[in-house]
Nanobody
Framework: QVQLVESGGGSVQPGGSLRLSCAASGSIFTINAMGWCRQPPGKQLELVAAITSAGITTSADSVKGRFTISRDNAENTVYLQMNSLKPEDTAVYYC????????WGQGTQVTVSS
């Protein structure tokens, strides 16, 4: 069993910042990629950013220059620093971790509104 626990969501005004964290625990030998996806209201799940165990990152064009993904391999934790938030960033954010299969967090709400 692998569990992912997210934290750091909430409400913020446009231009503000939030930092999401996701800690993995359980039957883990090694974690390959970790990442964040989001599901805006009424829309499909989309990839936000991902990071390999070697620290290679990728991110959606819509968040480049504003969001930064990082991870702490010793703590099995992935982070998403979100700056210059926009209303269109409003979504439920899910972290994932690729162990022998993909495991997902429970989701955390991020709301950007004035």
């Amino acid at each position: 069993q692998v569990q992912l626990v997210e934290s750091g969501g909430g409400s913020v005004q446009p231009g503000g910042s939030l930092r999401l964290s996701c800690a993995a625990s359980g039957s883990i030998f090694t974690i390959n990629a970790m990442g964040w996806c989001r599901q805006p209201p009424g829309k499909q799940l989309e990839l936000v950013a991902a990071i390999t165990s070697a620290g290679i990152t990728t991110s959606a064009d819509s968040v480049k220059g504003r969001f930064t993904i990082s991870r702490d391999n010793a703590e099995n934790t992935v982070y998403l620093q979100m700056n210059s938030l926009k209303p269109e960033d409003t979504a439920v954010y899910y972290c994932y971790a690729d162990v022998t299969s993909r495991h997902w967090g429970q989701g955390t709400q991020v709301t950007v509104s004035s």
